[in-house]
């Protein structure tokens, strides 16, 4: 067929693009900003209901926005961009043309069908479930099957991704292994297998049982099953915004990984132990032993964990390790200090790094620890954590990487440069105080899916702390300040696709300041004897202090509580 | 780079530097240092949550919890007339949790240890104990049995911290601690 052969040679980087796969890319990058939208917004209205003194919506109304958010963007935004970027990762980075590009629209159709049927079914009132749709808590037949066509949507795409890797290796359209890009992308695609799998396993039975087929569905068992796709959808994307980092550092200063066997390896450790997750979603729930709670809350001894660990030295290592090459060599942070922090792909890329980091993978593992997260399940400190990995981490990272995708995609310049250079810090700060927030407001046992903290509807009375109240308070500012971040992110992005300026064929400047030319030395490949990042061994060094001793500061609080057994 | 196929195919032939061979080793001995130390806490820590549940029928476990408070009542408090039951040290006690209430009231002594049993007549819900801030959840069909010692006296409020629908924040129940 003629449309399998259409490309366009890209006059910035060299890379043959197919057309088709470009069309794709084009396609799940728009939806998912369009979700990303909707679903930040309905995370606004939540944060501002949950501001005690604001109290926006009722509670009917909050408990399905928070659901539809949930859903929006945790799944809807996220996955629709990573299609995207598994299509990219393949076809472009491999400049090779994408498998069956006709199905690849049928799993897009799917995937946006899904989506819609589960917001109608939000939308409606009958499935004010949460994302998590708990069962015994029923909800409508649509909402579970509009979940299952999104899965089989993108299960079509992960399938494309694989059968693309197969056609570029046959047809030899590059030499040798795959790029870590593309490695860190493959892994995401691994785990989504077993993540939609495991999805389907018990969608489908509740499906049938919210259609009455099936009498019952034990809720623990619900529970393991479904985290199996809940949290594996993390990994996904943190493997996914892990190659995202690698891939802007790459694109804007031209860095190379410090070692490619480190970093693949990280991506390994990944998929060999992620499926032990669904155990720190259950830590507190009956009818399963510690013995097990133990083993795969660690994810196997924490191998998983030493795979972002170890991603979180070689990510900055491989930034100062290029910055150095460039001359920025006085004391250990002139590399950093005079980093184009001006340009929002770089800057993202830094906030999602260190945010990810220190918020969001601290906190995680500190609440999957089997006693610890007595006195953190459920409550407000659980979204906090998860703020700062998936939005802070993922979201900022994608955003980042849009940002390079728009001229190179997309063929526009951006508009507003200053609106896009403020945007990651306005929304990675903003992202990052609603975490650190609520973060605080559960240490202090504030309860999460709450709709009224003062529990004025209830018979007997409570009052959480009034600290409570003010890191409720603080949440709302924040979640308005990450509000407008978002919102310019989704100014500059949109308005550019529709009204920036056209990139035409003819090779231009790239948007960064020039990168140099990636043949330039940057430190060996093959690292033995030449690694010199002393201001990544600091801040690792810090990062490691800030673990242990926030580790054990929690060990101290747990101490205090009534002894129980 | 990382957009570009390793220079070297067989990437995993490659020597790794002694800063990385650090870092690893390091992190991975934290990993350790972690898991040992949630095995130590089973071993020395006083706050650990109970393996012990069973299945159970709804309606076997209200009952249970019905004797109970027939049994050992001293008040009733609250608009509703919540039964606040005054158990013996050492005994079982039964908190149910249905939409939307928690029941009965309990009325424990200072370090004293009971064995609390926890079910659900409905659907999940989320047993907070607040200000002290135990977490556990409650299922239907599962009775969740777990040895607890307040070690202080007051009032303690159980907060519902798993959404069951629209009168979920206003669930909420009591535990009085007496000397």
């Known amino acids: 067929m003629a449309a399998k052969d259409s490309f366009r040679i890209c006059p910035d980087t060299g890379l043959k693009v197919h057309l088709p796969a470009e069309a794709l890319i084009k396609a799940n990058a728009v939806v998912a900003v369009v979700f990303?939208?909707?679903?930040?917004?309905?995370?606004?209205?939540?944060?501002?209901?949950?501001?005690?003194?604001?109290?926006?919506?009722?509670?009917?109304?909050?408990?399905?926005?928070?659901?539809?958010?949930?859903?929006?963007?945790?799944?809807?935004?996220?996955?629709?961009?990573?299609?995207?970027?598994?299509?990219?990762?393949?076809?472009?980075?491999?400049?090779?043309?994408?498998?069956?590009?006709?199905?690849?629209?049928?799993?897009?159709?799917?995937?946006?069908?899904?989506?819609?049927?589960?917001?109608?079914?939000?939308?409606?009132?009958?499935?004010?479930?949460?994302?998590?749709?708990?069962?015994?808590?029923?909800?409508?037949?649509?909402?579970?099957?509009?979940?299952?066509?999104?899965?089989?949507?993108?299960?079509?795409?992960?399938?494309?991704?694989?059968?693309?890797?197969?056609?570029?290796?046959?047809?030899?359209?590059?030499?040798?292994?795959?790029?870590?890009?593309?490695?860190?992308?493959?892994?995401?695609?691994?785990?989504?297998?077993?993540?939609?799998?495991?999805?389907?396993?018990?969608?489908?039975?509740?499906?049938?049982?919210?259609?009455?087929?099936?009498?019952?569905?034990?809720?623990?068992?619900?529970?393991?099953?479904?985290?199996?796709?809940?949290?594996?959808?993390?990994?996904?994307?943190?493997?996914?915004?892990?190659?995202?980092?690698?891939?802007?550092?790459?694109?804007?200063?031209?860095?190379?990984?410090?070692?490619?066997?480190?970093?693949?390896?990280?991506?390994?450790?990944?998929?060999?132990?992620?499926?032990?997750?669904?155990?720190?979603?259950?830590?507190?729930?009956?009818?399963?032993?510690?013995?097990?709670?133990?083993?795969?809350?660690?994810y196997a001894i924490y191998l998983a964990v030493l795979g972002s660990m170890i991603h979180g030295m070689s990510v900055p290592g491989a930034i100062e390790a290029a910055q150095r090459g460039k001359g920025y060599t006085k004391g250990a942070f002139e590399w950093l200090r005079k980093a184009p922090w001006g340009n929002p792909a770089f800057s993202g890329l830094m906030l999602s790094l260190v945010l990810f980091g220190f918020l969001g993978g601290i906190s995680g593992v500190v609440l999957g620890t089997e006693q610890i997260n007595l006195i953190m399940h459920n409550t407000l400190y659980v979204p906090g954590h998860f703020h700062a990995t998936v939005v802070a981490g993922t979201t900022l990272a994608f955003m980042a990487l849009t940002y390079i995708v728009v001229p190179l995609i997309f063929r526009r310049e951006l508009i507003l440069p200053a609106v896009a250079k403020w945007q990651p810090y306005v929304f990675g700060i903003g992202v990052g105080g609603i975490s650190l927030f609520m973060m605080g407001a559960g240490t202090l046992g504030v309860a999460r899916r709450h709709w009224d903290i003062t529990f004025s509807d209830a018979t007997l009375t409570f009052d959480y702390p009034g600290t409570a109240f003010l890191m409720m308070g603080l949440n709302g500012v924040f979640a308005l300040m990450a509000a407008l971040g978002g919102a310019m992110f989704i100014l500059v992005v949109v308005g550019s696709i529709l009204f920036g300026k056209r990139r035409g064929e003819a090779a231009q400047p790239a948007p960064a300041p020039a990168a140099p030319k990636p043949a330039a030395a940057v430190g060996t490949y093959g690292n033995a004897g030449t690694i010199y990042v002393p201001g990544t061994y600091i801040m690792v060094g810090l990062f490691f202090t800030a673990f242990v001793l926030y580790y054990f500061v929690n060990w101290k609080y747990l101490s205090e509580v009534w002894p129980l057994s | 780079m990382a957009l570009t196929p390793p220079k070297d195919r067989l990437w995993w032939k490659e020597p790794l530097h002694t800063s990385e061979i650090v870092w690893i080793t390091v992190a991975f001995l934290w990993g350790v240092v972690m898991f040992s130390a949630m095995i130590y806490w089973h071993i020395e820590g006083k706050q650990n949550l109970s393996n012990e549940a069973y299945r159970i029928d709804p309606e076997v476990f209200a009952a249970r919890a019905e004797e109970m408070t027939d049994q050992y009542t001293v008040r009733e408090e609250g608009e509703l007339g919540i039964p606040v039951v005054h158990p013996p040290p050492g005994s079982d006690i039964y908190i149910v949790a249905r939409l939307w209430e928690w029941w009965p009231i309990l009325e424990l002594e200072k370090n004293q240890s009971y064995r609390l049993h926890l079910s659900s007549m409905d659907w999940q819900h989320g047993f907070s104990l607040q200000p002290t801030n135990i977490n556990v959840q409650v299922h239907p069909n599962y009775e969740l049995v777990l040895t607890i010692a307040p070690n202080e006296a007051g009032t303690f409020s159980i907060v519902c911290n798993e959404y069951c629908g629209i009168g979920h924040h206003t669930m909420l129940g009591r535990i009085y601690v007496v000397e």
């Open chain 1, 36 to 298: 990303l939208l909707v679903g930040g917004i309905l995370g606004l209205l939540v944060a501002l209901t949950r501001w005690p003194a604001v109290h926006l919506l009722p509670a009917e109304a909050f408990y399905s926005v928070l659901t539809a958010h949930g859903i929006d963007v945790l799944l809807f935004w996220i996955i629709f961009f990573e299609i995207a970027i598994l299509y990219f990762a393949s076809a472009v980075i491999l400049s090779s043309r994408l498998a069956t590009p006709w199905l690849g629209w049928i799993g897009f159709i799917l995937m946006l069908v899904g989506a819609i049927m589960v917001n109608v079914a939000v939308l409606q009132g009958q499935s004010s479930v949460m994302f998590t749709s708990y069962v015994p808590m029923p909800a409508a037949p649509h909402f579970y099957l509009g979940l299952i066509l999104f899965a089989v949507g993108a299960l079509i795409g992960v399938c494309i991704f694989f059968g693309t890797l197969v056609i570029a290796r046959d047809e030899r359209t590059y030499e040798g292994s795959i790029p870590l890009v593309t490695f860190g992308a493959l892994t995401a695609a691994i785990i989504a297998v077993f993540t939609i799998a495991s999805g389907a396993i018990i969608l489908i039975p509740t499906f049938l049982w919210s259609l009455g087929y099936i009498s019952q569905i034990d809720s623990v068992m619900y529970k393991l099953v479904w985290w199996g796709m809940g949290h594996s959808s993390q990994q996904i994307n943190v493997s996914a915004h892990v190659a995202v980092w690698y891939a802007i550092a790459a694109i804007v200063l031209g860095a190379k990984p410090l070692s490619e066997k480190v970093s693949r390896s990280a991506f390994l450790l990944y998929i060999l132990f992620l499926q032990l997750a669904s155990a720190h979603h259950m830590l507190a729930e009956p009818g399963i032993s510690s013995d097990w709670k133990i083993f795969n809350t660690s």
